[in-house]
């Protein structure tokens, strides 16, 4: 009898064992706040746009290139009556002391078309093989490229460089190359390496950092900014022969979940977080649909829109469109553009601007865009981008002249939005 009760104990340990969880291994939630970049000049409406155009490849309108760099003087000009002095320009150009061979002679290495620098408002802090630098993240691309000391002296005045023989984890890719260019005509080229990445957290051992020999000059001069981080889908990285995984296709298997938000609010740093949602950035429920990534970008159907909660209409069937957080404005079809700023009054379509420009004292209805077959509103305060004079602002949404349209911080003022790498979706929801 005493045998048959203890098996019958043996038994229930044993049952009892079973019913217990297994060990899960914790998984990382990463946050990393964004920083405003003091070398930050203004807002150019014109400048903003061309950027966007020149990005994407998209046909660059008469007046376009002309208006940004008027701009950019009067935005010059009331910066020096601030300061009471004249602008100091650091020159130099992005000449290579590295390895690798700059792709053009002039030694700014790929600038055709240098736009003023220091129009990115806000950066994100990487750390690199121990070394922290100021980076602008970009879902619109897929190369993480730094600053660094195969640059020129002239190149790096003022910047925070990535040194690779300071970092215990650095290695070269012998043989491998990368050269991007960027939506203002800028870009950078140089030598691959891999080293130890970690971004509020989240680590990457062996991750892939393209290291520029050779930058444009527009980089060069914004000192704040020391390189890019691209957040698109791996397959639009440059990196020959052998294009390398993105930082966070790299991370999501290590990740709580394979996603990560961008809260980029108006007048705010906002931030990032790698592998959770922060519902107390939102209000409601989050939107969620699917993205075809066949050209490599966070891309959606969007053939839709509604003006201040009005009936909706359509722009063009099957239009498509991406969510970039690289790019500033809101481009969208022609027919969304046209019938949005009929209903602000003032608002014309100034080619000597290079847009839709309007009264700054006018009231901006808000506007409602399909994102995958579900509508999102962007505020109207958020669609004043910049000042053009005293009386005259330039519109944060502009016709794109292409099929594209594309989705930047305009969208992102008025909307959290979460890109999950798991099951290829985009999640949105308003800010609280």
């Known amino acids: 009898m005493q045998s048959f009760a203890k098996l019958l104990f043996i038994f229930g340990l044993l049952a009892l064992a079973s019913a217990s969880p297994t060990k899960i291994q ?18 150019n409406g014109p400048r903003a746009l061309l950027k966007t155009l020149r990005k994407y490849r998209m046909p660059i309108p008469a007046g376009v290139a002309n208006a940004a760099q008027q701009q950019n003087e009067m935005i010059t000009k009331r910066q020096n009556r601030r300061k009471g002095k004249g602008h100091k320009n650091q020159g130099g150009a992005a000449a290579s002391n590295g390895q690798a061979t700059a792709s053009a002679a002039n030694g700014t290495g790929l600038v055709t078309n ?38 020129s002296n002239a190149a790096t005045q003022g910047h925070t460089v990535f040194d690779p023989t300071q970092s215990k984890t650095f290695q070269l890719m012998q043989g491998a190359s990368f050269q991007i260019s960027y939506g203002d005509g800028s870009g950078a080229a140089g030598n691959v390496g891999t080293d130890t990445v970690d971004i509020g957290g989240a680590t990457v051992t062996g991750q892939a950092v393209e290291l520029a020999t050779a930058v444009s000059r527009s980089f060069v001069e914004d000192t704040n900014n020391n390189g890019l981080l691209g957040l698109a889908f791996s397959q639009l990285n440059t990196v020959q022969p052998a294009p390398q995984k993105t930082f966070f296709d790299n991370v999501k298997s290590s990740l709580a979940e394979p996603l990560f938000t961008a809260d980029l609010r108006a007048q705010a ?12 950035k939102f209000t409601g429920a989050m939107t969620w649909v699917p993205v075809n990534t066949t050209d490599g970008f966070w891309q959606f159907t969007s053939e839709q829109f509604a003006i201040d909660g009005g009936q909706p209409q359509t722009s063009t069937a099957g239009a498509q469109a991406i969510a970039d957080t690289g790019t500033t404005l809101l481009l969208a079809d022609p027919a969304v553009a046209q019938a949005y700023y009929a209903q602000v009054d003032g608002a014309v379509d100034d080619q000597q601007q290079g847009g839709f420009t309007f009264p700054c004292n006018a009231q901006l209805p808000d506007l409602q865009l399909d994102v995958g077959g579900n509508m999102a509103t962007v505020k109207g305060t958020d669609i004043n981008f910049a000042q053009v004079d005293d009386q005259t602002c330039f519109g944060g949404l502009q016709a794109t002249p292409a099929g594209l349209q594309v989705y930047g911080d305009i969208f992102f003022k008025s909307n959290f939005v979460a890109f999950n790498g798991g099951n290829n979706s985009l999640g949105f929801a308003q800010h609280v």
């Open 269 to 280: 740093a906002g931030a990032y977080e790698f592998g959770a949602i922060d519902t107390s």
């Open 114 to 151: 240098t736009p003023e620098a220091n129009d990115v408002e806000y950066l994100s802090p990487v750390n690199i093989g121990g070394q922290t630098l100021n980076l602008d993240f970009d879902s619109g691309s897929s190369d993480l490229w730094v600053f660094n000391t195969q640059l």
């Open 26 to 43: 914790k998984r990382g939630v990463y946050k990393v706040e964004r920083v405003r970049n003091p070398n930050f000049t203004g807002r």
